[in-house]
């Protein structure tokens, strides 16, 4: 629908019509010999002449560029392009690169959870004859994307990353705590530090003040006011804090392996989400009926700043013809 603004082109005709200026002359001055010639009805004549030439020509430029703006145009450049997601191992994407046959295309490296999101967006920019392959770790979408264009998608599951978690038991019954851990690679310090990302704080007395932890699990809430009018989600208060983000549950610490596990798995999933399934390697056609992206691209860009000059040169100008 953008394109409809190129109908919008005869508005150029305005500036034209303005910049045109009749004269007219009514002005007729008495002669003494006058009264001897018969008399006739006064004429009017009237004369066309183009008036500030350079102004005019500011302004048509500048709503041609505002036309153009509207109507968003791309310049189908891309040809072959590769998306690999970042983190992607270079050997097993390099063997699929060449298995494809697109060992001279043009390589993007992108986040994986934005792959689709920039295709959808810069689909316009390749030419029609261009191959899309996307190389990854790709996470499976709540809906399946539709394109414009012919896409191929290639995935492989990136195996986890350990990543060692310093926690600190601030608890008079910390062998509870440590089985609620247990089997998750935690690391327990004696005291906290820069590197403990969580703190279990099961005490009556409040903390010091200059103990910070991005997590808390509190057991007792009477040193933490944010506390008193919480949300609540899954049996789990949270609350931010300048400490960090605080989490309580009346039934603090669990007693069983069950209920170990139900904490985790709640507390997990509200704090970090869902966990990211790698999506299957499928081909998506080109859908006729896909809805067009929001307005996009460099011309785009360059079209506003060309916009701006344009409108300050005519603001200039106009001002220097009133004086």
């Known amino acids: 629908m953008n394109g409809l ?17 009749k004269r007219e002359q009514l002005k007729a001055e008495p002669l003494a010999t006058s009264r001897f010639l018969p008399r006739t009805e006064p004429r009017q004549t009237r004369a066309w002449r183009w008036n500030d030439l350079l102004l005019l020509l500011v302004r048509c430029l500048l709503l041609a560029c505002a036309i153009a703006w509207l109507a968003d145009p791309v310049m189908p450049s891309r040809g072959d392009t590769v998306v690999v997601a970042q983190g992607t191992d270079a050997a ?10 697109l060992d001279k295309a043009e390589r993007l490296s992108l986040p994986a ?19 899309l392959l996307v ?28 990543v060692e978690r310093h926690v600190h038991i601030a608890s008079e019954r910390a062998n509870h705590w440590r089985r609620v851990f247990a089997g998750q690679g935690v690391v327990f310090d004696e005291a906290p530090g820069a590197t403990t ?24 809430t009477s040193a933490f006011p944010e506390l008193k009018k919480a949300p609540q989600a899954a049996g789990l208060h949270y609350a931010d804090s300048p ?9 603090w610490p669990p007693q069983t392996a069950d209920a170990a596990r139900t904490l985790l798995e709640n ?18 056609e080109a859908s006729a009926g896909v809805r ?17 000059a344009l409108f300050v040169l005519e603001r200039i100008l106009s001002h220097a013809r009133r004086r």
């Open 5 to 21: 603004w190129w109908l919008a082109l005869p508005i150029l005709l305005l500036p034209v019509w303005w910049h045109r200026k």
């Open 92 to 101: 097993w994407a390099e063997r699929e690169i060449a298995q494809a046959g």
């Open 113 to 131: 959870g934005q792959a689709f999101v920039f295709l959808r967006a810069h689909q316009r920019e390749w030419r029609p004859d261009a191959r």
């Open 135 to 162: 190389l990854g770790d790709i996470p499976m979408p709540a809906m399946a994307p539709e394109f414009g264009r012919r896409i191929e998608v290639r995935t492989r599951a990136r195996p986890p990353e350990k």
């Open 197 to 220: 990302s969580l703190i279990v704080w099961d005490r009556p007395d409040a903390p010091p003040a200059s103990l910070r932890a991005p997590l808390w699990l509190v057991a007792d």
């Open 243 to 251: 400490r960090g983000r605080l989490w309580h549950a009346a039934s």
């Open 267 to 284: 507390w997990q999933r509200l704090h970090a989400g869902p966990p990211a399934y790698t999506m299957p390697a499928r081909v998506f």
């Open 292 to 308: 067009a992206p929001e307005p996009s691209g460099a011309l785009r860009g360059i079209l506003m700043a060309l916009l701006v």
